[in-house]
């Protein structure tokens, strides 16, 4: 039996050496994952104790916070507390100095208390007191004061009492009724009332516009106080800044009414003057259009127009006739009504021919911008009341306008593109011809033109229109005459003729017709009118005996 020959033992050898050496290696990776893992379990427990001190410094930090809050919302506390105390302590003695120092005339003592002498907690509570003292300063007739206080915005519906309190003024102290005494009337009454026209002046200027026809506690208007005084000079200057002189108080009173029992002829006078009244319904109309109230506006404006035409001689300014016509063209605009484009041509007509005034440059509007105003306004106008020529040279102006020129170029181009896009429909509804102010095409017999005449003089004939009111009838009578004057050649074979040869090129048979004014589109601006809709009635004996209706009701005698 052989033994282990030397070859096998070799690979034995070699075997055990392999396996002793990757045991040796799995025996040192295992020492340095232990060793590895040793350190991550030594930062890990470092990290959570980091952790742990943190959350702890936060808890004591949230701690520190809420106990901080808590210490603010105590000392706020404690210190409205002593604020509402100082208040108490200060703000009624800062008010009764300021009006005592108001009452005497004491500019210097108003402004050290407005500026700087009262702690800054009580300075808006004095400066409450603005109006009250405003009020003593006024009964005093204390210019300066006043002026001063004015600066500071006082509150204008002030009285120096307030419901509840005791009166101090003279009046009071001298033992005379409480109904006499001035210090219950609001500001711009006791200025009124005051009789000083620097005064009401300046507290009109610098007070709300509304504030010129508030009321006291009887109803009574500055206007009713100024007529109780016999110089007209407050009530004209009151009636100027748009004073309403047909308020009435409580007991009925009129502004006129308290003059004339009193005696004041000059009074009565100045508020019964015509140019006096334009004037007031001018600034009333405007302030009105201003806060947005366009149907009072137009009432306000309306009657001063129709005062203003009635005058034998105008007494007012042109810059004033310009301001009104323009105001009164921008109401009725916007108020509507089935007569608003007739009222706008008219005022805007009658603003335009004042725009040209040389004497109208220092008017509320320039003249430029008054003219494109109105032209913006009258051109769709007269478009809507068929006034095509008109309104052709309306949008015609605009577009040559340089409005928008020194703003905004991009915008006024588009405006000038949109005015110059309204003249040529204009032109075109103006230069229809007669086939297509009849809708009827260019080769159309003779009973065709008779349907189509017969239709339209019935459809636009005014006495159809009258219920309507009077853009409606303005409307009809001007296409009832385009109609007719069509029917008059077209009906005509010897008219027609010549009428043919006349024709623009473009308007000739086998043409086609101008741009925007084919036939369909002209139905669409007579209204709606379909020439192929005929009457199945229709007859020519029935059309021969309308005929000679409509000529009889025109005066014109039957051919």
């Not at 300021?98 to 500026?115: H, T």
């Not at 810059?319 to 706008?344: F, H, I, M, P, Y």
């Not at 032209?375 to 478009?383: E, H, I, T, V, Y």
Request: net charge negative; hydrophobic share 40%.
């Amino acid at each position: 039996m052989g033994g282990i020959s030397g070859a096998n033992m070799a690979s034995l050898t070699s075997e055990r050496d392999k396996l002793r050496e990757e045991a040796d290696m799995n025996a040192r990776r295992m020492e340095a994952r232990n060793i590895r893992n040793n350190k991550l379990s030594a930062e890990n427990a470092k990290l959570k104790s980091q952790v742990k001190s943190l959350s702890d410094n936060a808890d004591h930090a949230l701690a520190q916070r809420d106990a901080s809050n808590n210490r603010v919302r105590e000392l706020e506390a404690q210190l409205a507390s002593l604020g509402d105390k100082l208040k108490e302590v200060v703000v009624p003695r800062c008010a009764r100095e300021l009006c005592a120092a108001a009452r005497e005339g004491n500019a210097g003592a108003i402004s050290v208390l407005l500026n700087g002498s009262t702690p800054p907690n009580a300075r808006e509570e004095c400066a409450r007191a603005l109006g009250r003292a405003l009020c003593a300063a006024v009964i005093g007739k204390h210019v300066q004061v006043v002026q001063l206080l004015l600066t500071h915005k006082p509150e204008f519906s002030a009285t120096l009492v307030e419901s509840g309190e005791e009166c101090q003024c003279n009046r009071a102290e001298s033992g005379d009724d409480d109904d006499a005494c001035e210090c219950h009337i609001p500001v711009v009454h006791l200025a009124a009332r005051g009789g000083s026209a620097e005064l009401v002046e300046m507290i009109l200027r610098a007070s709300p516009a509304q504030l010129i026809t508030s009321r006291d506690s009887e109803g009574r208007t500055p206007l009713h106080l100024a007529c109780e005084l016999p110089s007209p000079q407050i009530a004209m200057l009151l009636l100027a800044r748009g004073a309403d002189p047909s308020a009435i108080d409580d007991d009925g009173y009129r502004p006129v009414d308290v003059a004339s029992e009193e005696g004041h002829t000059e009074v009565v006078a100045a508020l019964e003057a015509s140019v006096g009244r334009m004037r007031n319904l001018l600034v009333r109309g405007l302030n009105a259009m201003e806060e947005g109230d366009a149907v009072l506006s137009e009432q306000l404006l309306g009657a001063a127009s129709k005062e203003l035409l009635d005058q034998e001689s105008c007494q007012l300014q042109l810059s004033e006739q310009l301001t009104l016509w323009s105001g009164l063209t921008k109401a009725v605009a916007a108020t509507g009504g089935n007569d608003k484009n007739c009222r706008v041509v008219e005022a805007a007509g009658r603003a335009l021919a004042l725009c040209e005034s040389s004497a109208c440059s220092g008017s509320m509007v320039t003249g430029e911008q008054a003219r494109i105003a109105m032209l913006q306004l009258r051109a769709p106008s007269c478009m809507a009341l068929c006034d095509h020529d008109q309104a052709m040279q309306d949008y015609g102006e605009l577009e040559r306008s340089h409005l928008g020129d020194t703003n905004d170029s991009a915008s006024g181009e588009l405006r000038r593109q949109g005015w110059a896009e309204m003249k040529g429909e204009a032109a075109a509804l103006s230069q229809a011809t007669y086939y297509e102010v009849l809708c009827v095409e260019r080769t159309a017999m003779l009973a065709a033109i008779k349907k189509a005449y017969y239709r339209l003089s019935k459809q636009w004939h005014p006495d159809k229109h009258s219920a309507k009111g009077q853009d409606a009838v303005v409307r009809a009578k001007r296409m009832f005459a385009r109609v007719s004057t069509a029917w008059e050649t077209l009906s005509d074979v010897v008219a027609r003729d010549m009428y043919d040869l006349v024709l623009p090129a473009e308007c000739a048979a086998g043409q086609q017709p101008r741009a925007k004014c084919d036939q369909k589109w002209f139905e669409e601006a007579m209204g709606g009118f379909n020439m192929h809709e005929h009457c199945n009635s229709f007859d020519d004996n029935e059309f021969d005996d309308y005929l000679k209706f409509m000529q009889n009701a025109m005066g014109n005698p039957p051919k």
